[in-house]
RNA sequence: GGGCGGUUAGCUCAGUUGGUAGAGCGUCACAUUGACGUUGUGAAUGUCAGAGGUUCAAAUCCUCUACCGCCCACCA
């Protein structure tokens, strides 16, 4: 192998052999594998082998791909960004570090082992929780390794040697200890409130994994006593004994806070009693509305400001408790319209809207029709966290990249709801508490010491429930640097750079910025950068059902992972979604071979020239165009980094690309011809000065974005004492 | 209902602090045994969504309007 052999001192550079390499086109596929061995094993990952000029620390955490299938070119894109970033800090002499990991993903890997099953005739409500923890695992551990892999194609010059898989057990450890501090803190707590459930899950599920979906359905009136009430959902109405109106509602003066009121109803006379709430909009139906606060989180807000009764309707799998009497057992799909007849039977129907549009939450996996509950559960109290988060990002210790999702993030902070943090699926972190089912104590119990109730003496059990999947995400800034047991923490946190999707500003990036402030006093990185989604060529969302899901693998298969990768850069601004065709891909491909014929028009010039240092030439060897020339270079030297220095990959990548094509190529080389093959010693000799140090400049720009051909470029090169072009000096302006 | 973003060449999009519009792809013409045909040279195409305002000067700043997209939402 040539690969790293440093070339003799001081002997010109004549090896017929090397521009051999060159007299086909580049193929990417032949160099990749064999080049990203090459970084892996020259230790370079890691920041602790970095050579001794690596001292400043730049670290990127990298949002752990989901271990349950195949990257998309989502991922592609983050990977190539975040490489983008590690690579040109590296370069510049940065001690940088890019922590790799792999996500359980709770909820969405159980959904989709759970097709598995479905698919296979088994359904995992019949299996025991272990066996089936035990096969999700087996699973996402082999999925992993896939994901893995596809990491590695992409060109991620990350440490392996830190990744973290976020069931680890330090993970799991670090993650109940952060509990228990809430907990004593007072910021967990278990309580009794409306969460949404869905049904076929048979989980809770927090708001951001609900979706909205418009739906049109009938809107019925009915007499209700003095009164007549609207409503889309009868079948919750069994229970309904309060009826509320809005305390400055003229209409409805007459009737006064806690007035009963005797009627008849579903299954026979009640007796009401009158609410006045200001949660009741006037000028929506009738003004009046009976409340169903179990079921409904408007109402739970009524209930809980009044102290009034609840009462559940529906169990948690969608069928009618025996409060409905005749229809209990029933789905309430099916039961909707027997309810409405028997309402119609008794004369009390008094007329039915048709189409009545509204949007209902549905489960953002399964689109089941979210069902509100009152369930006991373990819930973070966001208000005092979220007010930190406001503070410091107010304060510019944490700037978006683009700013607009600055206001997204405070939006969301300024508007928060306590946040439900159990989860009913075994794919996850288990919530290491012990409850009381005799009266209402409930702890986290980490050492598992806790078997009687000290309140009522009755038998503890241990809480079945997994956390939120971003309860432990949120922390995973400090979890991947191995918060509290090293020093890896110490001496990277806070990160530099959180890239990430720019659908993650509510989900991900508010969370991590509060546990990173509530944990350690400090943000957990400083520029919060957002790529955004990738779309089909014409700009539609990519999903399967659609069929224009384009696989970033076979893009790399087709086109090699140069191409792919600055071709998602190219023309890409930070928070805006990007429509990729392949044609883009194919023409940065071409762009790679024009890269190697440009090296192999000068090497062959160069030939028979004393070349040994990549560092600009004397300004007393050249003439004074060839000065003008590396002037002009240095112009760009500096543009381009500062364009990377403020996370304008954009720019900085067509920028890169424009001069190697259209200045260097085209107008330098067509312009060196005439010198080279000329008769004038001293123009030739300035010319081939030059021509190699443009190359050479040009390759290690254009290494954050193409790291293989120009790697694969530089082992060709003949320089004296040459390392991996990988730990290059950046060009200096 | 609220919020955010967009509207620039046939298509996809740039345009950093205001200084007489750019790239890639596509189209057309021409060239070429050249480092590279995965090529080169040249050409065409824009009332920068519309209206008003600030300014010596606006694609860029302000106001309004229209349309498109996305996100959020506890009008039963």
Redesign the pocket.
Known sequence: MLLLVDMTENKPYQDPNIPQAFLK?YNAEEHETRIYKLWHDSGFFNPDRLPIRHQRPFTIVMPPPNANGNLHVGHALAITLEDIMIRFKRMRGFKTLWVPGADHAGFETQIVYEKKLEKEGRSRFKMDPQDLYKEILAFTLENKANMEAQVRALGASCDWSREKFTLDPKVIAETHRTFKKMFDDGLVYRGSRIVNWCSKHATSLS??ET??KEKTDPFYYFKYGPFTI????PETKFGDKYVVMHPDDKRYAEYKQGQKIDLEWINGPITATVIKDE???M???T?V?TITPWH???DF?IAERHKLDREQVIDMRGKLLPIAGEFAGMKITDARPKIVEKLKAKGLLVKVDEKYV??V?VCYKCETVIEPQILPQWFVKMAPLAEKAIKAVDAKQVIFEPD?YR??FL?WMKNT?DWNISRQIVWGIPIPAKICDSCSFAEPDLENELTTCPKCKATLRADTDTFDTWFSSGQWPLLSLGYSEGSDWKQFYPTDVMETGS?LI?KWIPRMVIFGLYLTGKAPFHTVYLHGLVNDA??KKMSKSKGNVINPTDLIVKYGTDALRIGLVV?N?PG????LSE??IK?Y??FG??LW??T??VL?SCEGIQILSTNAPDHNGLTPEDTKLITELHTLVADITK?LE?Y?F??SA?KIY?YV??TF??II??DS?AKIAGTDAIIKTSRQLTLFYILTTCIKLLHPFMPFVTETIWEHLPIANKKLLMIEKWPEA
């Open positions: 086109p708001d951001v979706e909205s609207g409503t889309a959902r949660a009741i909009d000028e929506f139906g003004g509305m409904d989180a408007i807000g509204h949007n939450p607009n206001k997204i939006y709801l659908d509510f014409s700009g023309g601004t805006t979604d990007l429509s044609n883009k023409g491909k071409n071979n024009k014929n440009i192999r028009f062959t364009d403020d304008r954009y720019m067509e424009h094509w259209h190529a085209d080389i067509e011809k």
